[in-house]
């Protein structure tokens, strides 16, 4: 079932009803459904035997209207460029919705990493980062990490880039490692964005945050963070997943012990009186929180009548199909939609660029108080929109962020 939805045109839609309660002129439509540029590359690598393997990439930017284009690059063996599309088109939004001054551009590479070597990553990394030179750039769109890329692939991303045009830029990627221009704050940004979210989302249920149980399907970097964070604040996990399979316990478990067990194993599966279920299974537990956090098209009108949740917070981009939408709004279930919800990270990654081009670094205490600040913000105007139209939270982020990103586009007009 979930093989057979495309990515972009999942993304197309949930554009189509903003546009509609907008009432978005039609050929502004068309402009901002569609991407503004796509290189697909095709590149050697030289494999730890010798021989050479051809890989596929793609870099897309979706629109630049309020700023450079900004978005991670993924490496997957089922990156498609559909998918890389709408991950580009989802990162417009998600700027937007925030309103930091970028726009959204995506990258991605097919290939399996969990089947290669170091050696051949870097070759990877630094023969892609070449191909796409030609459009990335601090002042042009600025690459971050994603599924299967970390501090360190951008750390070569970053060095490629410099050897090119012989100076070292900081600022051409975010996400990096501390001691070559990183931030403060950055690694935890995220599942941070997802914490102060489900804290938003829980006081406007009257719920208190002590006790709540929340289930995380995805227990990598944003899954594992969000679910300590969301520890630290009085929150019982009671389930985790990762590619594997997953993990239950009705009377909760530590996070980070079971992230030092996945550290120590490669899984969260084995961990210490919990009992093994799938992570299809996981999404359907009695839980307070359901906190997807995998990949996209998880939850579909075939799962979502089954989903026990009172919240979904989508630490994940584009977990949940439009279908599945109109279920949770129907049944009372409060959906926190990625573009809102794991915004954490671009927020932190603009702070970095930032401090990059200023060469002025910040500390975490004002970083994590900045962050908190704008995502609360957001989540006011996002909730004020929803329940002033009587639409879900997905549809009124998406008219907070289409509107802005259409004025910002007529305001600057048509070339020529």
């Given amino acids: 079932m979930t093989e057979k939805l495309n990515p972009f045109e999942i993304a197309q839609k ?64 089922d990156v498609t460029l559909d998918e890389v599309r709408a991950l580009a088109m989802w990162m417009t939004w998600k700027c937007a919705v925030v309103n930091i001054p970028y726009g959204g551009a995506k990258g991605g590479v097919v290939c399996d990493p969990k089947k290669m070597s170091q050696q051949e990553i870097i070759n990877l990394t630094r023969r892609y980062t070449t191909e796409i030179t030609l459009i990335i ?8 990490p994603d599924v299967n890329t970390n501090p360190q692939t951008m750390a070569w991303i970053m060095d490629t880039y410099s050897m090119h045009v012989g100076y070292s830029v900081r600022a051409v990627v975010t996400g990096k490692p501390l001691n070559i221009g990183g931030s403060e704050g950055r690694f935890e940004a995220t599942g941070r964005g997802v914490m102060l979210t489900t804290r938003e989302a829980l006081k406007r249920l009257e719920m208190p945050i002590e006790g709540v149980t929340v289930a995380v399907q995805g227990f990598g970097n944003v899954g594992a963070i969000s679910a300590y964070l969301l520890q630290d604040e009085g929150c019982q996990i ?5 590619s594997r399979g997953g993990i239950y316990n009705p009377r909760g ?85 990625d573009i809102l919800c794991n915004a954490g990270g671009v927020v932190v990654s603009y702070f970095e660029w930032v401090q990059d081009l200023q060469s002025f670094f910040w500390h975490e205490e004002q970083i994590n108080q900045e962050l908190e600040r704008i995502i609360v913000q957001s989540f006011d105007d996002v909730y004020k929109i929803a329940q002033e139209r009587d639409i879900n939270m997905r549809q009124a ?12 586009t007529m305001t600057r007009g048509i070339y020529p």
Avoid: W
């Avoid at 750039?137 to 971050?144: L, Q, S």
């Avoid at 009671?238 to 990762?242: E, G, K, N, P």
């Fill in 14 to 77: 949930q554009f189509d009803t903003a546009a509609e309660l907008l009432d978005l002129d039609l050929g502004l439509r068309k402009v901002l459904r569609n991407t503004k540029r796509e290189l697909t590359v095709h590149f050697p690598v030289v494999m730890r035997d010798g021989h050479l393997e051809v890989f596929t990439g793609y870099r897309v930017h979706h629109n630049i209207a309020r700023g450079p284009a900004k978005g991670g690059i993924r490496y997957h063996p």
């Fill in 137 to 144: 750039g601090p002042d042009k769109d600025i690459p971050a």
């Fill in 238 to 242: 009671i389930a985790a997943s990762d």
């Fill in 253 to 337: 478990f530590g996070a980070r012990d079971v992230l030092r067990h996945k550290q120590e194993t490669g899984s969260v599966v084995g961990y210490p009186d919990t009992e093994a279920i799938s992570n299809e299974e996981l999404l359907e537990l009695e839980c307070d929180v359901l906190v997807p956090s995998a990949l996209e098209n998880q939850i579909t009108a075939v799962n979502a009548p089954r989903i026990k949740a009172k919240v979904i917070a989508e630490g994940a981009n584009g977990p949940t199909t439009p279908e599945a939408d109109d279920v949770f709004f129907d049944k009372g279930i409060f959906l926190i939609p």
């Fill in 397 to 408: 982020a998406y008219v907070l962020a289409v509107d802005r990103v259409a004025t910002a």
